[in-house]
């Protein structure tokens, strides 16, 4: 099998869309913030009715807002666009209690990949039979968890897991699994998101044959029952393509399934990596082409290999949670050099990690007066000109020279200590992938809904870390 790259480079701001005379410049656009979002005086923005000023003077800095209705929307249009298929949120991109709630509430399964998540997950009343288990390396820990609370699936991702898995669920029992395939297909913004293709680490390779030896054993372990092939391509992807050639791989081992060992595999997990914009022009996945062409691809590759269809599950995770969370800081110092204006902010690379990570880019803006001000306003007072705009780039706190959030971006050039600084499109993989870097502690979690604003997670405190510093 040969591997495919149908990744279509990503529309980025190199190709802006045709710009609307009427239309607000692009650094002024509301694009990418959630529905939700409107304009209030004085540079002021109100995200599930309330003021991103009134967050920050109640919460403090860093924090960040998570639009209750933004989440549930983005899971009820999965629903609507596939309501015959199973969608599971993929709680790695952000899990909290409330979260899980909403998710259920709106009638997703969830996908989890520890133990730490699926105890947070059932704690929170998520019925376990609605979970799905992943991992490229599960531990004994998290086996013993996943049968002990009763998941719904777990996901085979090497062969050794066949006999341990097998060994846990012991004589009496019977475990759901999927197995995870290697579809040999490229797709996804950058290398180390890309999960499809034969050099990484998840999955079993049909190229090399492991997929198969591993379907075999499976199969003939009376204590598991395989219920489909999973596959995830990579994350971050915004055209449809990847997704329907992973179809016509994935229907094409199932086929060989049936003909080798006489089995029709009822489920096809397709996994999730579907992609979101972070900039104003940029491309997100088109959930309503992807509808249909996926389910036209299944129906024809199925027909054409006599398969009766599998049921589709996906693991949206990004698609979810990202538009939904709004990230916010405050300007703790400016420094302005010949070329650039660096704006320093109370947070960083420990709450969001992915600009160093994978040099993503970000479209942050003042909020309040600050904003007022680069409207022309003017306020002089040493700070620049106070009106117009200058090319910024907004960094950390942290003790790297990398701890950048986004480079060369426009912010009114009047921008000073104190201002407030928001990032849209910032619910995703930025506090489930936040660190203890510094001792800065980790921001809170606020949601805001109906023009109330309440904490989901607090703010990570000195006690906090204190307590776990148990050697003196
Ligand atoms: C990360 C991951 C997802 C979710 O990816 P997104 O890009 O957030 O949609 C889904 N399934 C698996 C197996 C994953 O590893």
Redesign the pocket.
Known sequence: MTVTAVNAPATGPSSPPPQDPQAPPSHDSLDVWPASTTRLPAGDLSVGGVPLTAVAERFGTPAYVLDEAEVRARCRAYRHAFPDAEV?Y?A??FLCRAMAHWVREEGLGL?V?SAGELELVVSAGFPPDRIVL?GNAKSPYDLEAALRLGVGRI?IDSAAEIARLAAAVGPRGRQKVLL?VVPGIAAGAHHK?R?GTEDQK?GLSVADGSAQHALARVLDQPRLELTGL?C?L????TSVKPYLAAVRRMTGLMARVREQHGVALPELDL?????IAYRPGEAALDLAALSCRLRAELSRSCAAAGLPEPRLLL????????PAGVALYRVLAVKRTRATTFVAVDGGMSDNPRPALYGVGYAPRLVGSAAARGEGAGSGAGSGTGSGMCDATVVGRHCEAGDILAADVPLPSGVRPGDLIAVPAAG??HLSMASGYNLVGRPPVIAVRDGHARPLVRRESLEDIRSRDIGL
């Open positions: 599971l993929a790695k991109a996908d990949c992943h996901v995870r998101i999960t998840f999973h995830h990579g994350s971050q992807i996994g999730g990596g579907h992609g693991e949206p995770g990004r698609a979810v949670a990202g995703a993989y």
